[in-house]
Nanobody
Framework: QVQLVESGGGLVKPGGSLRLSCAAS????????MAWYRQAPGKERELVAS???????YYANSVTGRFTISRDDGQNMVFLQMNSLEPGDAAVYYCNSQDGPGRAFAPWGQGTQVTVSS
């Protein structure tokens, strides 16, 4: 099974930027898509962004224009560049593969914590 390891989270001020990384133990090119999810305390895990194997991207309305998802198939890595961060972006961020639109496939990793506070 594929192992996913997220990194790059931390404490940032509102308006700041952060770049998250997701390293996969196996090839990511065979999946329909790679995606980032987030879960804030007391809330359901939600899809933030995804990028298909043909480089089609999707963004949740709340992050459109501020976040950019990208992938490097040679490194088996997925990235999430987060700009203009807001307090509402604070959450644990997870990556995963998708076997179809919106469908997480691999076991969840530990995630990486993003805190946005002044």
């Amino acid at each position: 099974q594929v192992q996913l390891v997220e990194s790059g989270g931390g404490l940032v001020k509102p308006g700041g930027s952060l770049r998250l990384s997701c390293a996969a133990s196996g090839s990511i090119s065979s999946a329909y898509a790679m995606a980032w999810y987030r879960q804030a305390p007391g809330k359901e895990r939600e899809l933030v962004a995804s990028i298909t194997n043909v480089r089609t991207t999707y963004y949740a309305n709340s992050v459109t224009g501020r976040f950019t998802i990208s992938r490097d198939d040679g490194q088996n890595m997925v990235f999430l560049q987060m700009n203009s961060l807001e307090p509402g972006d604070a959450a644990v961020y997870y990556c995963n593969s998708q076997d179809g639109p919106g469908r997480a496939f691999a076991p969840w990793g530990q995630g990486t914590q993003v805190t946005v506070s002044s």
